[in-house]
């Protein structure tokens, strides 16, 4: 597993969403190393992290996340993912709760899929196999980012779409059935003790804020925090606040 380890402070590990690569968390990575030992992976079948499985469960990539943890002899890490990534911090700390010092928990949900999305991933799951990366990053760019922000920051527009267009398309299916099969984690939540942290936008059509709400009510002690008009990469089209918001609940652990 690839991965970027940088900063120092509170260990940090930042899981990327779908499809995505550690690239996602350059602002964090840029605005946050006076707090923070952040370890950013490239997930098994993204970036340059090479072949995943046929299927990568959330729980796979936990166990990947976990072994790297070990190697780099980190005991217990704040987990923080976006979308996809938040299924796989929620999996984290299932199977790991010990090594969980706190979450983030980022324009995700703990619901399940219903048979209409698992269809829909299937769909996509066999389109990306035909005709590759670059349709799927195509059509997924509007759910990513504001029109706004593809409009008046083309640069930031361009790199996210580049980003998911270079995905293999191997790790980008095994992501898919991985995702369409995850649990219901809405259960877990309320066992979750850890500090909390979920942050979302008012634009996020991908994972509406409602889930998010959701998620906020159900784990004790959590904060949440709603970004205005922001879509879905909540840590690109924001960072400033995002990273506000981290150093703020960082610097409020024990």
């Known amino acids: 597993m690839e991965y970027t380890d940088q900063g120092q402070g509170t260990p940090l590990l930042l899981i990327h969403g779908f499809p995505h ?15 923070a030992r952040m ?9 340059a992290s090479g072949a995943a499985l046929d299927t990568m469960s959330m729980d796979d990539y936990a166990t990947d996340l976990k072994d790297l943890l070990d190697k780099l002899d980190i005991k217990q890490a704040v987990v923080c993912g976006l979308s996809m990534g ?12 010990d090594a969980v ?14 048979d209409e999305a698992r269809a829909g991933r299937a769909v996509t799951a066999e389109n990306v196999e035909k005709a590759g990366s ?28 580049y980003m998911m267009a270079r995905q ?6 095994a992501a898919l059935r991985g995702i369409a099969a995850r649990p219901d ?4 939540l309320a066992t979750i003790r850890v500090p909390t942290l979920i942050i979302t936008g008012t634009a996020d059509t991908a994972i509406p804020p409602s889930e998010s709400e959701a ?21 690109v089209e924001a960072p400033r606040v995002f990273n506000d918001a981290v150093r703020g609940f960082l610097k409020g652990l024990h």
């Not at 690239?23 to 840029?30: I, K, T, Y």
């Not at 293999?168 to 299916?173: H, M």
């Not at 984690?185 to 877990?188: A, G, K, S």
């Not at 998620?215 to 840590?235: E, Q, R, T, Y």
């Open 101 to 114: 010092k706190g979450l983030i928990l980022c324009n995700t949900r703990a619901t399940p899929d219903n």
């Open 86 to 97: 938040g299924y796989i911090a929620l999996a984290f700390h299932a199977r790991y709760p």
């Open 168 to 173: 293999p398309p191997a790790g980008i299916v």
């Open 134 to 161: 670059a349709p799927l990053a195509e059509a997924m760019l509007p759910k990513m980012l504001t029109a706004a922000t593809i409009t008046t920051q083309p640069a930031i527009a361009a790199a996210t779409k």
């Open 185 to 188: 984690r809405t259960p877990q």
């Open 215 to 235: 998620m906020a009510k159900a784990i004790p002690g959590s904060n949440l925090l709603v970004i205005p008009d922001v879509a879905h990469l909540s840590n």
């Open 39 to 47: 370890i950013a992976p490239d997930l098994s079948g993204f970036g």
């Open 21 to 35: 690569d550690r690239s996602l968390w350059q602002p964090q990575l840029d605005g946050l190393p006076d707090v």
